[in-house]
């Protein structure tokens, strides 16, 4: 139980650090991309959905769904990275720590 309490800290210490740049990392936009045009297939018509973005990061999704109708609610353990999301808020997308 220890050493899994232990990754959690050493996890969210991590997005905490990185939160400000996290959607500049090469490694990131490689991966962001692939997964981009498989969730634009699965949504489809986004003005019809109201999506609950689970581990929402730095709202990169939540934005792009945001901008194609959808109504967004993300939630992230990072504040840093909350924060860093609300940066570019607008409309009606909700984001929150847990």
């Given amino acids: 139980m220890r050493t899994a309490d232990r990754r959690i800290v050493d996890t969210l210490t991590c997005y ?3 939160a400000e740049g996290y959607d500049q990392l090469g490694e990131f936009k490689i991966v962001a991309r692939a997964e981009e045009k498989v969730l634009l297939s699965l949504v489809g018509d986004a003005k019809t959905h109201r999506i ?6 730095t709202g990169r999704y939540a934005k792009l769904l945001e901008d194609l109708g959808a109504h967004m609610v993300g939630v992230d353990i990072s504040e840093k990275m909350i924060h860093t999301a609300k940066k570019d808020q607008n409309r ?5 720590r847990c």
Avoid: A, F, P, S
């Fill in 16 to 18: 905490q650090e990185i």
């Fill in 52 to 57: 609950l973005d689970v581990g929402c990061g």
């Fill in 92 to 96: 009606n997308r909700l984001l929150h």
